[in-house]
């Protein structure tokens, strides 16, 4: 048979690495020395072992930043009380619940439906199936009478939670237009590159230019907040460029 398990990076060190878990594959024989709940003792006590209570605030600024968006609102609920039972309570990730226990008032969250107080049996499923969908938790042991066995993941475990952190770290990089930042209207090279542009013909009477006798307009008046961008300007003769004043090109068009 073919497990995945997810295998704690060992060290004690307080380095951010402890809570990536790099998954690896491994073959299971005949298991003749260890039950499924005993091994999955074994896993709480590889994570009570790596996890570091340091790293707790940045593990709940994760949950809130990562994982919690991609929550319905019991799901959410439900996840922070299994975080609050298992990863704060024992420093392990393994938990037992079930589901009527969740659902009974005063526990977890209040009823949206105003009903009760307590959630429904279908509204907690819901949510545990949710969670389970999104590979938030993990049901890994057997349902006994006080409720089913869960492994509860981290952000950095879940794959949806790693993906939206990928999308943000590209999107928090600065976007820097070349065009835009530079300053085509006093850099003498960047002047030349605008005639070339627009092939030294004046952008209004289509008059051909020299580099001597070419002119820089601005379309958008610098008075009205225009720049010295790269599409802010245009070749203009001198004739053309002094008699619009500071009008924006769209007015000179429609000859206000
Ligand atoms: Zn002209």
């Known amino acids: ?10 060290g004690k060190t307080l380095n951010k ?3 990536r878990y790099k998954p690896f594959i491994k073959i299971r024989q005949h298991n003749y020395y260890m039950t499924d709940n005993e091994q999955e003792q074994n896993f709480e006590q590889l994570f009570k072992e790596s996890f570091d209570l340091n790293e ?9 930043d990562f994982l919690q968006p991609l929550l319905l609102p019991y799901e959410a609920a439900i996840y922070w009380y299994m975080f609050r039972h298992s990863i704060i309570k024992t420093g392990g990730n393994h938990i037992r619940v079930s589901t009527r226990g969740l659902g009974k008032p005063k526990t977890v969250i209040q009823s949206s439906s ?7 049996y279908g509204g907690v499923q819901d949510a545990l199936t949710g969670l389970e969908n999104k ?4 049901k890994v042991g057997d349902t006994n009478r006080s409720g089913t066995l869960y492994q509860i993941y981290l952000p950095d475990e879940i794959e ?13 990089l600065p ?8 300053d085509y209207y006093n850099v003498k090279e960047n002047r030349l590159k605008i005639f070339e542009r627009d092939k030294y013909l004046c952008y209004k009477c289509s008059k ?4 001597f006798s070419a002119t820089l307009d601005h379309l958008q008046p610098v008075s009205e907040g225009g720049d010295n961008s790269y599409d802010n300007l245009a070749t203009a003769c001198l004739h053309c460029n002094s008699t619009r004043g500071a009008k924006p090109i769209m007015d000179t068009f429609t000859g206000k």
């Open 17 to 19: 690495t402890l809570l």
């Open 208 to 211: 051909q230019l020299t580099r």
């Open 114 to 120: 105003g009903q009760s107080e307590g959630l429904s």
């Open 56 to 64: 707790l605030p940045s593990v709940i600024q994760s949950v809130v």
């Open 1 to 10: 048979m073919l497990f995945i398990f997810f295998k704690p990076n060992f």
């Open 175 to 182: 976007k820097v237009d070349p065009k835009k930042e530079a």
């Open 135 to 138: 590979k938030v938790i993990k």
């Open 160 to 172: 949806l939670c790693t993906q939206r952190m990928k999308e943000v770290i590209i999107e928090e």
